[in-house]
């Protein structure tokens, strides 16, 4: 069992940055994969990013790539997502997860097992 509980959530103008953290506690293992979700009200929940535990291999969706960067700590069990030239519709509850199941990156929500609580991101215009 893994709980993640993510940080570093808040308001920003619009150009500002922000940076994620996502603390796992509980084994993580070498092959789990991990992610970064948004999601707004009455949309679905939408992928960010993802990253090997092990090998640190990254994918981005089309609309963070260049300004999204996803990041991991082994040392410290934690990933993070630094977020920089943020846009107002960035704006959503972010959450991290985790998948014990996928063989590599994934951009399936279906595909994480364990997920945090989400933190709010809010960019002003």
């Known amino acids: 069992q893994v709980q993640l509980v993510e940080s570093g959530g808040g308001l920003v103008q619009a150009g500002g940055s922000l940076r994620l953290s996502c603390a796992a506690s509980g084994r993580v293992f070498s092959r789990y994969v991990m992610g970064w979700f948004r999601q707004t009200p009455g949309k679905e929940r939408e992928f960010v990013a993802t990253?090997?535990?092990?090998?640190?291999?990254?994918y981005y969706a089309d609309s963070v790539k260049g300004r999204f960067t996803i990041s991991r700590d082994v040392a410290k069990n934690t990933v993070y997502l630094q977020m920089n030239s943020l846009k107002p519709e960035d704006t959503a509850v972010y959450y991290c997860?985790?998948?014990?199941?996928?063989?590599?990156?994934?951009?399936?929500?279906?595909?994480?097992?364990?997920w945090g609580q989400g933190t709010q991101v809010t960019v002003s215009s």
């Open positions: 990253i090997t535990w092990s090998g640190g291999s990254t």
């Open positions: 997860a985790a998948s014990a199941r996928v063989l590599g990156l994934s951009t399936s929500s279906n595909a994480y097992d364990y």
